[in-house]
């Protein structure tokens, strides 16, 4: 058997047994039980003999979370402390000199003048592996919250957070100030940026890092060398934290968020309170950019986190962000998120009646040089506006006449205000991003979500119905007043009749 384990690295064991002789059985299953109970694939690579990088990333969290003077080493009472926490008893002196002293003789920097370093505390796990150890690494693994997975289970986490569809999850001032120390803390050159090294390293105690891929990979802006800034940094956090609040909360564990996991995310204000109130409270707002192909959508979502016009176009085939922080006239700063929906997944996404409930602003983008992206442009804003009106999701909208350095067709500007004025909206925001003339559009769509009670498009099937229910209402107030005086008529008359008949 001894060449097919070497060949076939995933098997942990093999053992002869018979159940006619009774040879080896006991054997039998305590080695099932061992690799269900303590499996070797999730913490060891076999080919490389080396600890995976999961693995890897959670003992480092351990190893900080226990490092309780932060000076990059575990000192005996430290030790101590790990070995009561996860195995119930304490350690002799004898046995941390005896410990460290293996780890010494096998890997110098294991240890240093202030005790047993990462390296060593790394190094320590991977013997006992290697020697069959496996339920010891285990079990400082589950003490400390991890699964089979290598990641938290839900009982450190945030619980699935109950919510309308037009309330939304952002970060709370504590979750912000912590983020803040986290980014002083890991930007080592102090060049307020994060660079490709400094942001792995923030994720380095996590099980990989989160924005590697869609949709948060090249969702911020970045500087010429590929820093994130802190607005940057925390634009990220913004988008995760709405779009998934619950991996959001995770991440925020992982990287040593030690407060309670719900105290760092709130949930907002339904949006129709915030029309009732006429001012939205939000400090995130996303807004939906609806469009027909090549209108610009992509160039506005790329010209948001400053990356330079392209002449080439590349068709968007799915959604895809952008999130940036835009500065307000007071001094603060609002997060704007563009969700960007490419032509043919409109109506999959209108095909769910709750779409725009997460929906807090929605601009219509359209090429300002031909006539039959704006008649498309407008058809969506038609088609959005009714999927509004019918569920009861009612957004605010705005139309972008792109590409504003271009000739516009014939009598644009008479169709481009007939329309908002029919709909009862701002007139169209012309842009041209080859240009870098943007007209202040991120502003005004920040300005307008803050106001959701305003520049919301009607149809004409919106405004049907509107009146109707004014003369449904109108009747039921003539009918209501009727009765009324009919009741006081009958009243008075009672009291006059019984009057006649006392006199009488």
Known sequence: MSPIMQEFREIETCIECSAYKHIQIPEVFYYSQKAV???TAPLFDQERQTLKPRCVRALKRIFILCDHDRDGA?????LNDFQVKCFNAPLQ?????????VVQDKLPEGVNEHGLTLAGFLFLHALFIEKGRLETTWTVLRKFGYNNEI???????????????DQSVELTSEAVDFLRGVFTTF???GDDALNEQELEDVFSTAP?????????ANAAETNALGGLSFDGFMSQWALMTLLNPVLSVEYLVYIGYVGDPSSAVRVTRKRRVDRKKQHSDRNVFQCFVFGPKESGKSSLLDSFVGRPFSEVYTPTTEERYTVNMVDQPDGTKKTLILREIPED???KLLANKEALGACDMAVFVHDSSKEASWIRATELLVQVASHGETNGYEVPCLIVAAKDDLEPYPNAIEALTGVS????????????????DFNNVFKRIVAAAEHPHLSIPETEAGKTRKQYHRLVNRSLMVVSVGAAVAIVGLAAYRVYATRKNSSS
Do not use: C, F, N
């Open 37 to 39: 109970l303590h499996p």
């Open 74 to 78: 575990l000192s005996d009472a430290e």
């Open 93 to 101: 002196p004898s046995e941390i000199v005896g410990v460290k002293r």
């Open 151 to 165: 990641r938290l289970i839900s009982d450190h986490l945030l619980p699935e957070i109950k919510r309308t569809p």
């Open 187 to 189: 930007d080592v050159d």
């Open 208 to 216: 990989e890092s989160p924005w590697s891929e869609a949709p948060y």
């Open 345 to 347: 997944a409109i109506e």
């Open 421 to 436: 004025q029919d709909m009862g909206i701002q007139a169209p925001i012309p842009i041209s991003t080859k240009l870098g």
